[in-house]
């Protein structure tokens, strides 16, 4: 079946303009998570979505930082006046139900550089 | 303040040896582990997984140690396989929680 879908692959902006993410999870998935990896770090938790729940928005690490999951499937990571810092590869991952004990399917994730 | 520590950037290892990757954690209530391995322009894949109440986990050519004394655990790769060239990621949690702590990642260069 398909896996989780991201676009775009690659997204070059200029500082201080707003970009959005996308993210497709696997169907049924009801656990998404954003995650970014900057240059020669780990992967850096941002967000997390479980069905109708509040999202857990524990690692967005700026109020310029906000996400979205519509009907409990498609979400958006947004990033209003981009700074160069916001430069990373934007993961988004789904698991079939929550808790640690079932393994994340990742996308291939979207690059941004932010020039 | 990084949870999970992967002190190795990288690995080379010679075709048919074991691969042997390291992977520390500071917080002691972690009671799940897994490893992720990731090919350039994609996403990471889950490979192998343990909990706390085991100190090993086998599967395949792949075996996860967790020596929850010393907060240590390490992936064993045996015979390592040139297609096993990729950058490989310790992560933890709280079973029961939903957020998991990633390592920076080995890249592993496996010779033929």
């Known amino acids: 079946g398909a896996g989780v879908s991201q676009s775009p692959s690659n997204k070059v902006t200029e500082k201080g303009k707003d970009v959005e993410l996308r993210c497709d999870p696997i169907?049924?998935?009801?656990?998404l998570y954003w995650y970014r990896q900057s240059l020669g770090q780990g992967l850096e938790f941002l967000i997390y979505?479980?069905?109708?729940?509040?999202?857990?928005k524990s690692g967005l690490p700026s109020d310029r930082f906000s996400a979205e999951r519509t009907g409990g499937s498609v979400s958006t990571l947004t990033i209003q006046r981009t700074q160069q810092e916001d430069s990373a590869v934007y993961l988004c991952?789904?698991?079939?139900?929550?808790?640690?004990?079932?393994?994340?399917?990742f996308g291939n994730g979207t690059r941004l550089t932010v020039t | 303040d990084q949870q999970v520590k992967q002190n190795s950037p990288s690995l080379s290892v010679q075709e048919g040896r074991i691969s042997i990757l390291n992977c520390d954690y500071t917080?002691?209530?972690?009671?799940?582990f897994l490893w992720y391995k990731k090919y350039p322009a994609e996403g990471p894949t889950f490979l192998i997984s343990?909990?706390?109440?085991?100190d090993k986990n086998e599967d395949g050519r792949f075996t996860v140690f967790l020596n929850k004394s010393a907060k240590h655990l390490s992936l064993h790769i045996v015979p390592s396989q040139p297609g096993d060239s990729a950058v490989y990621f310790c992560?933890?949690?709280?079973?029961?929680?939903?957020?998991?702590?990633f390592g920076s990642g080995t890249k592993l260069n496996v010779k033929p």
């Open positions: 343990i909990s706390s109440i085991k």
């Open positions: 992560a933890a949690s709280l079973y029961n929680f939903n957020k998991f702590y």
């Open positions: 169907s049924g998935h009801t656990a």
């Open positions: 991952a789904s698991s079939p139900r929550p808790g640690a004990g079932s393994p994340l399917h």
């Open positions: 917080n002691s209530m972690f009671d799940y």
């Open positions: 979505f479980q069905g109708n729940s509040a999202p857990d």
